[in-house]
């Protein structure tokens, strides 16, 4: 039985998904984000969303 862990960026509970630099992506997200340009207004909440996520591994 898969554990289930909380998407950094979109905070929903998932079994399908990765971990980068210990900050866990749900499939979903970590697709639309490849598929993001840098131009898209989402990609720059994406990059906020794993700031937020890094700095929170940091100093917890």
Do not use: V, W
């Amino acid at each position: 039985m898969k554990s289930t862990d909380c998407c950094s960026i979109c905070s929903k509970q998932t079994d399908d998904g990765i971990y980068l630099l210990r900050i866990y992506i749900c499939s979903s997200c970590e697709k639309e984000m490849i598929h993001t340009s840098t131009d898209d207004p989402k990609y720059k909440f994406y990059i906020e969303q794993m700031n937020k996520a890094h700095r929170a591994m940091i100093y917890s």
